[in-house]
Protein backbone atom coordinates (compact mmCIF):
# COMPACT_ATOMS: atom_id res chain seq x y z
CA UNK A 1 0.00 0.00 0.00
CA UNK A 2 2.85 2.22 1.09
CA UNK A 3 4.57 1.72 -2.36
CA UNK A 4 1.63 2.34 -4.32
CA UNK A 5 0.91 5.57 -2.81
CA UNK A 6 4.77 6.74 -3.24
CA UNK A 7 4.73 6.02 -6.76
CA UNK A 8 1.45 7.47 -7.32
CA UNK A 9 2.54 11.03 -5.72
CA UNK A 10 5.81 10.55 -8.21
CA UNK A 11 4.10 9.70 -11.31
CA UNK A 12 1.79 12.78 -10.29
CA UNK A 13 4.03 15.51 -9.78
CA UNK A 14 6.41 14.21 -12.51
CA UNK A 15 3.48 14.20 -14.62
CA UNK A 16 2.02 18.30 -13.62
CA UNK A 17 5.76 19.63 -12.75
CA UNK A 18 6.40 20.36 -16.53
CA UNK A 19 5.19 23.70 -16.53
CA UNK A 20 7.06 25.76 -14.21
CA UNK A 21 9.60 24.90 -11.76
CA UNK A 22 9.80 26.86 -8.62
CA UNK A 23 12.61 29.46 -7.92
CA UNK A 24 12.33 29.95 -4.36
CA UNK A 25 10.61 28.31 -1.03
CA UNK A 26 7.51 30.02 -1.11
CA UNK A 27 7.28 28.94 -4.83
CA UNK A 28 8.09 25.17 -3.85
CA UNK A 29 5.77 24.99 -0.77
CA UNK A 30 2.77 26.60 -3.10
CA UNK A 31 4.00 23.85 -5.61
CA UNK A 32 3.71 20.97 -3.28
CA UNK A 33 -0.25 22.11 -2.09
CA UNK A 34 -1.26 22.36 -5.30
CA UNK A 35 0.23 18.76 -6.43
CA UNK A 36 -0.62 16.52 -3.04
CA UNK A 37 -4.30 16.15 -3.10
CA UNK A 38 -5.96 16.50 0.27
CA UNK A 39 -5.62 12.85 1.59
CA UNK A 40 -1.97 12.82 0.64
CA UNK A 41 -1.26 16.14 2.27
CA UNK A 42 -3.23 14.61 5.32
CA UNK A 43 -1.12 12.02 5.77
CA UNK A 44 1.93 14.49 5.58
CA UNK A 45 1.05 16.39 8.10
CA UNK A 46 0.28 13.20 10.61
CA UNK A 47 4.30 13.18 11.21
CA UNK A 48 6.26 15.70 13.57
CA UNK A 49 9.15 17.12 11.28
CA UNK A 50 11.54 14.18 12.39
CA UNK A 51 9.37 11.69 11.47
CA UNK A 52 8.50 13.99 8.11
CA UNK A 53 12.20 13.28 6.59
CA UNK A 54 12.14 9.93 7.43
CA UNK A 55 8.81 9.34 5.88
CA UNK A 56 9.65 11.30 2.73
CA UNK A 57 12.77 11.39 1.53
CA UNK A 58 13.00 8.91 -0.19
CA UNK A 59 9.92 9.17 -1.70
CA UNK A 60 8.50 13.36 -1.98
CA UNK A 61 12.49 14.48 -1.37
CA UNK A 62 13.75 12.40 -4.21
CA UNK A 63 11.21 14.09 -6.79
CA UNK A 64 12.08 17.28 -5.61
CA UNK A 65 15.88 16.83 -6.08
CA UNK A 66 15.16 14.88 -9.00
CA UNK A 67 12.93 17.46 -10.63
CA UNK A 68 13.60 20.87 -9.31
CA UNK A 69 17.33 20.44 -7.96
CA UNK A 70 19.02 18.38 -10.75
CA UNK A 71 21.46 21.24 -11.79
CA UNK A 72 23.38 23.87 -10.09
CA UNK A 73 21.98 26.29 -12.52
CA UNK A 74 18.34 25.98 -12.06
CA UNK A 75 16.89 28.87 -10.35
CA UNK A 76 15.66 26.86 -6.91
CA UNK A 77 19.44 25.44 -6.63
CA UNK A 78 21.30 28.85 -6.89
CA UNK A 79 18.69 30.40 -4.21
CA UNK A 80 19.40 28.00 -1.84
CA UNK A 81 23.18 28.11 -2.53
CA UNK A 82 23.23 31.86 -2.10
CA UNK A 83 22.01 31.36 1.31
CA UNK A 84 24.99 28.73 2.06
CA UNK A 85 22.52 25.51 1.84
CA UNK A 86 25.32 23.55 -0.05
CA UNK A 87 23.83 19.99 -1.13
CA UNK A 88 19.92 19.27 -3.17
CA UNK A 89 19.79 16.87 0.16
CA UNK A 90 19.54 19.59 2.92
CA UNK A 91 17.28 22.09 0.22
CA UNK A 92 14.46 19.02 -0.12
CA UNK A 93 14.75 18.41 3.47
CA UNK A 94 13.94 22.74 3.80
CA UNK A 95 11.54 22.93 1.15
CA UNK A 96 9.71 19.38 2.86
CA UNK A 97 9.80 21.08 6.41
CA UNK A 98 8.72 24.87 5.30
CA UNK A 99 5.89 23.14 3.80
CA UNK A 100 5.44 20.89 6.84
CA UNK A 101 5.27 24.27 8.95
CA UNK A 102 2.94 26.25 6.46
CA UNK A 103 0.16 24.06 6.25
CA UNK A 104 0.22 23.56 10.50
CA UNK A 105 0.36 27.49 10.54
CA UNK A 106 3.43 27.90 12.37
CA UNK A 107 6.64 30.16 11.60
CA UNK A 108 8.60 28.38 8.54
CA UNK A 109 12.19 29.93 10.39
CA UNK A 110 14.36 29.26 7.21
CA UNK A 111 17.63 31.02 8.80
CA UNK A 112 17.00 28.71 11.98
CA UNK A 113 16.67 25.92 9.51
CA UNK A 114 19.37 26.94 7.79
CA UNK A 115 21.60 27.06 10.48
CA UNK A 116 20.98 23.46 12.27
CA UNK A 117 22.00 22.58 8.63
CA UNK A 118 25.26 24.12 8.30
CA UNK A 119 25.79 25.05 11.18
CA UNK A 120 26.19 28.07 13.72
CA UNK A 121 29.68 28.69 12.44
CA UNK A 122 28.55 28.55 8.92
CA UNK A 123 25.85 30.32 9.24
CA UNK A 124 27.22 33.15 10.65
CA UNK A 125 29.46 33.70 7.84
CA UNK A 126 26.49 33.62 5.33
CA UNK A 127 25.27 36.64 3.89
CA UNK A 128 22.37 35.28 2.29
CA UNK A 129 19.26 36.64 1.74
CA UNK A 130 16.68 35.02 4.35
CA UNK A 131 13.18 36.56 3.33
CA UNK A 132 10.45 33.62 2.79
CA UNK A 133 7.42 36.00 3.37
CA UNK A 134 7.74 34.45 7.15
CA UNK A 135 3.82 34.13 7.97
CA UNK A 136 1.95 31.14 9.20
Given amino acids: MKISFFIFILFFLSYNAQAKLPTNLKESTAALH ?69 RKKKLVNLEDQIEEMIGEKAFKKCKGDFSTGDTP
Avoid at 54 to 80: C, H, K, Q, V
Fill in 34 to 102: EFLSDEEEEALLKYDEKNLILAYDMSLGNYIRNEWLYDEELPLYTYFTDMCVQTPHQMSHIVLISYHRM
